[in-house]
Each structure stands twice: as C-alpha cells, then as structure tokens.
C-alpha cells in the first residue's frame, strides 16, 4: 500500500528550529512534485513549500527566507527545515505528493499531519 509518513513535529521555542521528513513507500514508480501544506485551526489549509523532481522549489510568502524545502529521490523523501520559528507557525503540518505514478496508475497521495507549536 502507497503512504507518505512524516516525522520531526514537536515543541520548539519562538526562534528556534525543527526539521520536517517525510518518506513515501510502495510500488512507486514515480513522483513528481513534493509539497508540505500546513493547517492552523480556524484556518484554511495552506501551501508552505513545493520542490520539483528537478529541485526547482517554491514557497508561501510567510515562510520565504526562513523555511527550507529539499528532496531525496532515491529514497522517495522531502525535507523542510524550518528555521527562526514563529508562534504563528503553529500547525499541523501535511506532506503531500500529488502526482505519484505506481502499478496502479497517477495518484494524489497525504500524509497524515505532524504537528509543529511554536511557544514559550
């Protein structure tokens, strides 16, 4: 069965850093674009970061300059490291892969949230 599976949630103080990982497993044959979305509550869920298969990448204005998105191809996996942490940060935190081909054709796949508190 295809699953994304992300780690590296937690508590961090306002100013500080934590490092994002998520990790796509199955009969993959291909994943194009790779992106984290997060969800405040009371909010929309909202893109934070996307990176190409080619490493082009992409980010929300809030995050520019702060956040960093990164991939592993061989190993199926996208990275954000998220630096000079705000209380406004604080969310659940989605990856997604919305274009994997696999045996069973193109598909739009979710992780299931990490959450990301950003308090003192």
């Known amino acids: 069965q295809l699953q994304l599976v992300e780690s590296g949630g937690g508590l961090v103080q306002p100013g500080g850093s934590l490092r994002l990982s998520c990790a796509a497993s199955?009969?993959?044959?291909?994943?194009?674009?790779m992106d984290w979305y997060r969800q405040a509550p009371g909010n929309q869920r909202e893109l934070v970061a996307s990176?190409?298969?080619?490493?082009?990448?992409n980010y929300g204005d809030s995050v520019m300059g702060r956040f960093t998105i990164s991939r592993d191809n061989a190993k199926n996996a996208v990275y954000l490291q998220m630096n000079s942490l705000k209380p406004e940060d604080t969310a659940v935190y989605y990856c997604?892969?919305?274009?994997?081909?696999?045996?069973?054709?193109?598909?739009?796949?979710w992780g299931q949230g990490t959450q990301v508190t950003v308090s003192a």
């Open positions: 997604n892969a919305p274009r994997v081909l696999s045996a069973r054709g193109w598909g739009d796949y």
């Open positions: 199955g009969d993959i044959l291909s994943i194009s674009n």
């Open positions: 990176i190409t298969s080619g490493g082009i990448t």
